[in-house]
């Protein structure tokens, strides 16, 4: 494996480019912060009129503009949205403004299956898991926890009895036998012992094929906060420590009562930042 430090990265390819990063999220706020603090001369960021995120933008001291016009101005955009309104975006906002030449670069979750809005009228498709298929490297607290599991291949000693030899097999006084390589020899071709193994791989868990009413009602919340910045949820329709640290601090910023948990008062409260349903 080899290690990328700075020196081994060429910051003149870029530093003098307009740069547009579309989106103002997790992703969005660090990729245009890292850009600008690594000397790169031209960070704008393309946001829909009226974005509550523009705010946050100027007092961070970048320039915001509207997606269409940061598409037109840019030599590099960089679309950071959630994967599900990147296709409609693209095609209305970025597609019809882009400049000859321009690059365009966009992030996507790591999710199996058809993407729920592609860029460029394709498909991308996630193989399935397969015997020949390398999965993604786990995230470290997934490391931890498989860490704590039995493996399902650790070899497990086995016993192996001696037979009385028969009268047929040569014994090993005998002279013919009495050479290693010839001994060697008879080992490796004798017959293998076949033996049931003791561990069997087990089925990865089925993925459920649809939320309910209340898990897409909290995945639609953990999007809305990852969108503005409140850390990077993934969309599971479950609450778990990350979207309750995401939640509270949401509430604190809004100075409205601090639960940590999904609320109708929440969902109100998101709602009118963002300026339209959350669903």
Sequence with gaps: MRVYYDRDADIGLIKHKRV????????GHAHALNLRDSGVEHVVIGLRNNSPSAKTVQRAGLTVMEVKDAARW???????????LQGDLYEKEIKPNLKPGAILINALFLQAGRHPSPMFGSVVTMPQPSAAVVLPRPRPVEL????????????????????????????????????????????????????????????PAPIPMAQSAGARRVAAVQRALTEYGYGQLKPTGAIG????????????DRKIPVTGQMSDRLVRELTAMIGHSID
């Design 20 to 27: 547009a990063i579309i989106g103002y999220g997790s992703q």
């Design 241 to 252: 420590a990350d979207t309750q640290a995401a939640i509270t601090k949401f509430e604190r």
């Design 144 to 203: 931890a926890a498989r860490s704590a599991e039995p493996s399902l291949f650790e070899p497990k000693p086995i016993e192996i009895r001696s037979a009385e030899p028969k009268a047929s097999e040569p014994k090993a006084s005998d002279p013919k036998t009495g050479d290693p390589m010839t001994s060697l020899v008879a080992k490796s071709t004798a017959a293998p012992v076949t033996a049931t193994p003791a561990n069997v791989m087990r089925p």
């Design 74 to 84: 840019a030599d590099v955009v960089m679309v950071l949205i959630p994967d599900e």
